[in-house]
């Protein structure tokens, strides 16, 4: 059972102009290494990840578009929520095809509170693709999200991260 769900619509790096994000959320947006290195920073070690949910499931057509996937194919889903100095500061959406839990992927599979970017980041095949950006509505309000399209070793990953009001306001009180 999905606890966010992915939007329609994400923004090539040529049109992020077009949502206007604050220079602070522009900045974590655009973040070209490790996401969960540098949270850990702002939190200042204080930093966990919690499952939120993990499942085999389809992915949104969307998200099977962008990762060439036939409709229909089941991939593992993985939604947690990135939690720093006590509060959510990201909700992050992991779609894992079968094709990529193979071979050195199968470290992927059960991931439980580790952190998927820990793990890809360290791996000298990772390679990311252009960070698209969208806005969407979430429980605590309209907020902006990124998405990258990853290549470990050889096989697709898609993680979309959401950016959570408390990570600015942790990021004002400093």
Known sequence: MPVW???RHWLSPQRHWQLAPPRAVRDWLREPGSLTARLVRQARGEFRVELLAQYWGRPAPEEARRMKLSPGRYALIREVALIGQGEPWVRA???LPVTSLAGPGRRLRKLGTRSLGHLLFRDPT???GP???TRLDQPE????ARRSHLVFHGRPVLVAECFLPALFRARDAR
Do not use: K
């Open 141 to 144: 309000g309209r907020v902006f």
């Open 126 to 128: 990772l390679r990311r």
């Open 93 to 95: 959406r992991s779609v």
């Open 131 to 133: 960070i698209e950006i």
């Open 5 to 7: 769900t992915p939007p």
